[in-house]
């Protein structure tokens, strides 16, 4: 996986390149969730490669990007870093396409650097800060993280990432093992500033009114990091949002339901190639 300067900072990312046959293809920019890597959208890269140039991100700290000393977790620095890749990578404007952290994410790209994107998709996520509820529990298993490693909490942390269904499913279990096997391989440290940066993130309700691009909003409906609710307030806040529901999923949609997800993104994506005629 090849990795981007930028600001100093080593930023892994990964590229499929221009589709043959399709010059002017418009790129998804996919920005991934907490605890995960520009892996979860594989499903969705393998059905849109051919029509699209499908970049990911790896936050600072998870997937193949390394820790970065001295901080930068926040929401507002990853946003940074997001801006600087879509720049630095000549994309602009791209589709967004972010899931849960990914999303905290693509809010602020669209609110503040509108200019950077044609158009939004947020998927397992909202714009209010960490439910108060959840604060506690979150710091100490990133702490718990961190000393004992993941494999000691594992079966804490799933409930929050994958719904019931998918957790019953036997067919769901090496897509669990890869994820485990690639948080054990990580820098502990690293996944608890992540975790911190999540839970301490400010709320952007104040700014998402000012998103102008077409916005596409799903949730799991069994989704308990981020639930329903905050899908809801995000699609009544975004102009003309779309908001659509994913039934037998938790949070981690892209890989829950990796062929409703991709439907779902597959059409909006297409809906605004029509309306840009």
């Known amino acids: 996986m090849p990795t981007i300067q930028l600001d100093g900072v080593p930023i892994a990312y990964s590229d499929t390149g221009i589709p043959p046959g399709y010059p002017g293809a418009p790129t998804i ?11 979860m959208f594989g ?20 997937g193949e990007t390394p820790r970065v000393p001295g901080g930068g977790y926040d929401m507002d620095t990853l946003t940074a870093d997001a801006a600087a890749l879509i720049r630095a990578l000549d994309l602009a404007p791209v589709h967004w396409v972010g899931l849960s952290m990914g999303g905290f994410v693509g809010q602020r790209l669209a ?7 044609r158009s939004l998709t947020l998927l397992d996520t909202s714009a209010g800060q960490e439910d108060p509820a959840k604060v506690a529990e979150y710091k100490r298993l990133a702490l718990a993280l961190r000393l004992l490693g ?16 998918f957790r019953a499913d036997p067919a769901a279990r ?9 948080l054990r391989r990580a820098d502990r440290a690293a996944l608890q500033q992540a975790v911190l940066g999540v839970a301490d993130r400010a709320a952007v309700l104040d700014e998402i009114s000012a ?47 990796p062929g409703v997800v991709t439907g779902l993104l597959a059409g909006f994506l ?6 840009l005629g």
């Open 211 to 257: 998103i102008t691009v077409p916005t596409l909003i799903a949730v799991g409906a069994d989704d308990q990091a981020t639930p329903p609710p905050g899908a809801r307030e995000l699609a009544d806040r975004i102009p003309a949002a779309r908001l659509e529901f994913i039934e037998n999923c938790g949070h981690t949609s892209t890989l829950e339901q």
């Open 111 to 117: 609110a503040r650097h509108g200019e950077l994107l």
């Open 29 to 39: 920019v996919f920005g991934h969730g907490l605890l995960f890597g520009g892996w």
């Open 43 to 62: 499903p969705q890269i393998a059905a849109l490669r051919e029509r699209y140039r499908c970049v990911t991100i790896d936050w600072r700290g998870q």
């Open 174 to 182: 090496p897509i669990i093992r890869e994820w485990s096997a690639r």
């Open 150 to 165: 993941f494999r000691a909490i594992q079966r804490l942390v799933e409930p929050h990432m994958f719904g019931p269904a």
């Open 270 to 275: 297409e809906s605004i190639s029509h309306s």
